[in-house]
């Protein structure tokens, strides 16, 4: 036993045994066990949160005790509470009074640490605790409570690449998809923020908002207080803990880019999305979506089309194909029992597997993949390029799923992009940038935060090869009549969706020039080399420089 606590229990007994001599000694020699020890075993029983244990101390029942020790977890968010026992002094034959020193881990503010004391009597013959709202804190009484007040700092901003501010509401309507906005806190929000959070706080609601909530709202300025029995007088401050502000979150956007692309598909009679990344760092430059409500620049899940093929043509570059390799083209194709055949039904016989990219030749690429590839190779270049990669942008985003071909007919409709393959735009961005780069780099919009995934390097050979099959879709391909700028690489898509004999088609483009990578789809837009082609063209003519 420490030394201290030896002087107090043997002065408690020192001066009950004078009491004792002066008429006494009824209570001390017919009274089983000690003051001490009631109060330590309380006290051992309040840090462990066990409530009939600490019941069995009391002199009898105790009106109000279970909601006075429940009030520092439900008003305060205390997580654990730690009690240690002071000095048990006497204050007559059967009364004593025990000091303690309480520490209550408060979520999300802090340790808070008082004193405060037990009040002790001789019934039948045990020491009890004489139980008042006091024992919990010596400012409660039977008609006060505890209570959190709490004071937030001025949120703080959600800035693009350059520092602007763009929560303001002013940045466009895809921009403010990205950002989310700020809501009324609900009881269901308070339960998974914290206690520092009351309803009807200002919370984020969507987007960054939501996502980095804690970071941009900072932390509140908190104190403890007593409060009449409405609990909504403050009658006492008991302690208080200061707050910080809330830090910036800084995304990637380029204003300049953004501008581009929203002035790109902004006319465009169908829904159409665009985003651009830079391929050097995997940063997200624009993204905007021509109609509002879902977010199809990162939530979509399109077939691909022929956007794919340029993942077809990396597995098939790496197997010892070349741009000059003597490939056919013809009029329909069968693989595994799927009939397959091309665009308008187009045919250009004997030709270099370039200009079978250039041209987007359905009936080359099937049966090259189901030589060549399989699945599992396909599968694996595809990983290295995007897909099936779990994404970490700082907003709700979907991952492109390329799901293990049943068969040869599923694995040759995979090698241009239909069966069962989804992806976003986003996503398609990134299949370009990493052919820009020579590395697919997970797509970030904060670039603060940390990747899930590393970057992915693509097998050296191939990425000079792919660059010239991208430029001569741009130069003599699908796309040569969109009116792209020179520098422009890229690869068409037409992806058909639906059922019946005749099926629609999302239109796609993606490419890349200097350090910007893009993808641009036009839901239900038909072919990809008119319609989404062009609006690239647009995107790329309005950048600065």
């Known amino acids: 036993m420490p030394r ?37 075993h309380f006290a051992a029983a309040w840090s462990r949160g066990d409530l009939a244990a600490m019941k069995a101390d009391l002199t009898g029942p105790a009106p109000g005790f279970d909601a006075a020790y429940a009030e520092p977890v439900r008003q305060l968010g205390a997580e654990k509470v730690a009690i240690r026992l002071g000095t048990v002094t006497p204050a007559g034959d059967d009364r004593a009074k025990a000091a303690y020193t309480a520490t209550m881990t408060l979520k999300d503010v802090g340790a808070w640490t008082y004193t405060g004391s037990l009040d002790l009597v001789v019934k039948d013959h045990h020491w009890k605790v004489a139980w008042t709202p006091a024992a919990v804190h010596p400012a ?30 002013e940045a466009g309507g895809s921009v403010q998809q990205l950002v989310g ?9 308070v339960t998974r923020l914290g206690s520092a959070y009351r309803p009807s706080d200002p919370v984020g609601r969507g987007g960054l908002q939501e996502t980095f909530q804690k970071r941009l709202a900072g932390t509140p300025t908190s104190a403890i207080v007593v409060t009449d029995a409405s609990g909504k007088k403050s009658l006492r401050t008991l302690q208080t803990f200061e707050g910080s502000p809330g830090s910036p979150v800084r995304t990637s956007l380029d204003p300049a880019v953004q501008r581009a692309a929203v002035e790109a598909v902004r006319d465009l009679s169908k829904p159409a999305s665009l985003v651009a990344v830079r391929p050097s760092t995997g940063e997200i430059l624009a993204v905007v979506n021509n109609r509002g409500g879902f977010n199809r620049a990162l939530d979509g899940r399109y077939p691909p089309g022929s956007t794919f093929k340029t993942i077809t043509a990396a597995g098939l570059l790496a197997e010892g194909l070349t741009p000059d390799s003597k490939v056919t083209c013809p009029k329909t194709a069968n ?26 030749c359905n009936t080359t690429f099937a049966p090259l993949a189901a030589q060549h590839l399989g699945g599992g190779k396909l599968r694996e270049i595809a990983t290295k390029m995007g ?6 942008i700082g907003v709700p985003a979907a991952k492109a799923s390329l799901p293990e071909p049943a ?42 935060i940390k990747q899930k995934v590393q970057p992915q390097p693509l097998p050296e050979t191939v990425v000079p090869q792919l660059r010239s099959m991208m430029a001569a879709v741009v130069t003599k391909g699908t796309a040569a009549r969109a009116g792209l700028p020179k520098g422009t690489a890229g690869k068409t898509g037409t992806a058909e969706f639906g059922t019946g004999p005749e099926l629609d088609s999302h239109a796609w483009f993606m490419g890349y020039r200097g350090d910007v990578a893009f993808a641009v789809v ?17 995107f790329l003519r309005a950048l600065p420089g």
């Open 4 to 40: 201290g606590r030896t002087i107090a229990i043997t002065s408690a007994v020192t001066v009950l045994a004078v009491g004792a001599a002066a008429g006494g000694a009824y209570y001390v020699l017919h009274t089983r066990g000690s003051a001490e020890q009631t109060a330590s």
């Open 407 to 448: 068969g040869d007919a599923e694995l040759a409709a995979e090698s241009f992009g239909q069966a069962r393959i989804t992806a976003s735009p986003l996503v398609i961005a990134t299949v370009a940038a990493a052919v820009a780069d020579g590395t697919w780099r997970p797509p970030t919009l904060v670039p603060s």
């Open 335 to 360: 693989v595994g029992g799927l009939s397959i055949r091309n665009s308008d039904h187009e045919a250009f016989g004997s030709l270099s597997f370039l200009d079978s990219y250039a041209h987007s």
């Open 387 to 392: 897909f099936n990669q779990p994404l970490s």
């Open 140 to 169: 409660l009484t039977a008609g006060s409570h505890l209570a959190l007040k709490t004071t937030w700092p001025q949120r703080a901003a959600i800035e693009d690449a350059s520092g602007g501010r763009i929560d303001t509401g």
């Open 522 to 538: 036009v839901e239900g837009g038909g072919m990809g080399g008119k319609v989404a082609a062009p609006a690239a063209a647009r």
């Open 181 to 189: 906005y700020l809501d009324k806190a609900t009881a269901k929000d």
